[in-house]
């Protein structure tokens, strides 16, 4: 799979493609029959597949603040696509320029002078365009009058009959309920990042953390809970905290994991983190003694889960 950034950097062999576009968090059941579906038409039309998506997601730049947190951060969208065997992932830079472009500025300048699109499969509440007429009957129309076909997709549903969907992911994930939301997914609940130095207050505690750097987007995911660390392929039990800190009056979100039993240096090295139980609500404690207290419990909670697994 090739990662293209930006329209600018498409060339001819990445052109009469067959193309879906969308947000894709967190790679999902629903999205996973698309992407299926797509590879099926690109083998038969024989042209190479592709997948845009967009950085920052189109609400994080409308309003930061209110957006839906993250199911998955950039590079664990990325690998995930990989998997399902796409060929391109276009991402396109989310910017005033893109925001400014009409229905038709965009169909026209990227989807046929661009990218030469022969088959669209997009979702019927797919919507773009600043004028708002962008919708799944004017990709349609659009399609007729430029010679490339417009795909609705279907809904893969849960055993409730509730639509895979991000937002139900979410959800889930809010409800804590780690087992469901891999369900749903289709794969386990993972972020993903670089092992940076923080400011050495789990050493000062008795527990020493490996800070994963999320980079800006705000994960889905707050809380306490029992995770693997897995790096090199090799999976470490841990505990682990994703959430601002507020004891230490903290303001970014940072992912604390403290590795049971861990002596070596994983500075600089990137780390997969795959949640596994939810164990508490992050909270603001008294002072440093309690959340000494409360750390302690919170190890011991994530050791009993593994020695049960």
Do not use: W
Request: hydrophobic share 40%.
């Amino acid at each position: 799979m090739k990662l293209i950034r930006g329209i600018h950097n498409i060339r001819l062999h990445h052109q009469k493609c067959v193309l879906t576009i969308g947000n894709f968090d967190g790679v999902h059941r629903g999205h996973q029959a698309i992407l299926s579906r797509v590879k099926f038409l690109a083998s038969e039309y024989r042209v190479p597949s592709c997948i845009m998506i967009f950085e920052p997601q189109p609400r994080e730049f409308f309003s930061s603040d209110n957006a839906p947190g993250r199911i998955t951060q950039l590079r664990d969208k990325v690998r995930l696509l990989e998997g399902q065997g796409i060929d391109y992932v276009l991402v396109m830079p989310f910017n005033k320029n893109l925001q400014q472009l009409t229905a038709r500025e965009f169909c026209r300048s990227i989807l046929t002078d661009g990218l030469q699109v022969r088959h669209l499969v997009v979702g019927d509440d797919f919507r773009f365009g600043c004028d708002r007429q962008g919708d799944f009957n004017y990709l349609n129309q659009f399609g007729i009058e430029h010679d490339f076909v417009v795909e609705n997709t279907t809904s893969v549903v849960t055993q409730k009959q509730e639509r895979v969907s991000s937002s139900l992911i979410r959800s889930l994930l809010k409800e804590s309920d780690i087992a469901q939301a891999e369900i749903a997914l289709g794969h386990p609940v993972e972020l993903s990042g670089r092992i940076v130095r923080g400011k050495q207050l789990g050493r000062t505690l008795g527990f020493p953390t490996a800070n994963v750097h999320l980079k800006s987007a705000k994960p889905a995911l707050t809380g306490v809970y029992a995770v693997l660390l897995v790096h090199n392929g090799i999976e470490y039990p841990s505990v682990a905290n994703i959430g601002t800190r507020p004891t230490v009056d903290g303001v970014q979100t940072i992912l604390e994991v403290n590795i049971f039993g861990f002596t070596g240096d994983l500075y600089g090295e990137y780390v997969n983190v795959r949640f596994c139980q939810f164990i508490r609500d992050e909270r603001k404690m008294a002072g440093l003694e309690e959340l000494e207290k409360q750390i302690q419990l919170d190890k011991e909670k994530a050791q009993h889960y593994f020695i049960n697994q």
